[in-house]
């Protein structure tokens, strides 16, 4: 069994790989982007995985920052004058708002643990506040199958990850399920 720190090494490459590949769609596509540095309109209360709520929660309590209160599920407790105070380290959510996202179509039972899908379909999704001219009927013209972030690959590495730290002690003592990231307390 790998220790936690390792486990966390690799988790930190990956979301530098994450970042990598959304800055390289965010060249492409540039030019219909709008969302810029303020726009937290992404930025709800989202739950995380045992381990990125680990991971996010350590940079709080070694970083001595304080997560804002509790106001509404439309408000992520780390946004301090809708800038993001964890923005380095934030989850792979983060790193994907705005961009468009290839899925295979999904469902979540009542603990959000994803349960399979009968005859999944591929789908390409995105944010309309951020590509405003892109429609259901123009989507095809702009986004290129293989210029999109294909969530699969992602949370596929993500999820074994995320499986080896429900097996150290730490994992353990956090449990299986998902964690709602305002969880995390002020230091
Ligand atoms: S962690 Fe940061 S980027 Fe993610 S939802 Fe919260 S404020 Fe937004």
Known sequence: MRTVDAILKDYRAFLSD???EAARLTEIYREYMVCKKGCSQCC???TLLPLEWFALDKVVQDEGLHPQPY???ERCTMLDNDACMVYPYR???CR???LPLLYLTQDY?????RIKVDEPEWQISWCDLNF???SEETMEDIFDPEDVLNMEEWNLILGKLNREFLKTP???ALGKNRIPLKNISAS
């Open 96 to 98: 994907t708002h705005g």
């Open 109 to 113: 039972n009542d603990a959000g643990i």
């Open 18 to 20: 994450v970042s990598e």
């Open 71 to 73: 106001v509404s599920e």
């Open 132 to 134: 405003t001219d892109v």
């Open 170 to 172: 730490e994992g353990k």
């Open 91 to 93: 989850p792979l959510i």
């Open 44 to 46: 709800t209360d989202l």
